[in-house]
């Protein structure tokens, strides 16, 4: 089972920026898809972006193209998703999730950390 813990949350302006991490521990990391997910207050948890195992291969929910980016250090079995330009519509808690698979296919994710708040001021 492996466990993961985001941070990097918080209270920020419309158009600022803010970096989420996402430590996995517990089993392999390296081989495996990681992703990040969010869920706004009344609304369903959704895709946000998604990155394959060796980083070749990356996903974004079209809202956050061209403002989010994701990463992964697979040394340091973490990975990122840097905002930026951050809207006042990107509040959500944030989940990083955890794929068996090596690529990103829908609907494998699974192994959710506890989320972090994000919350956008306008």
């Given amino acids: 089972q492996v466990q ?5 949350g918080g209270l920020v302006q419309a158009g600022g920026s803010l970096r989420l991490s996402c430590a996995a521990s517990g089993r392999t990391f390296s081989s495996n898809a990681m992703g990040w997910f969010r869920q706004a207050p009344g609304k369903e948890r959704e895709f946000v972006a998604g990155i394959s195992w060796n980083s070749d291969t990356k996903y974004y929910k079209d809202s956050v193209k061209g403002r989010f980016t994701i990463s992964r250090d697979n040394a340091k079995n973490t990975m990122y998703l840097q905002m930026n330009s951050l809207k ?5 808690v944030y989940y990083c999730a955890y794929s068996p698979s090596s690529r990103v296919v829908p609907g494998s994710f699974g ?5 972090t708040q994000v919350t956008v001021s306008s």
Wanted: glycine fraction near 20%; charge should be negative.
């Fill in 4 to 8: 993961l813990v985001e941070s990097g």
């Fill in 111 to 115: 192994s959710w950390g506890q989320g």
């Fill in 88 to 92: 006042p519509e990107d509040t959500a």
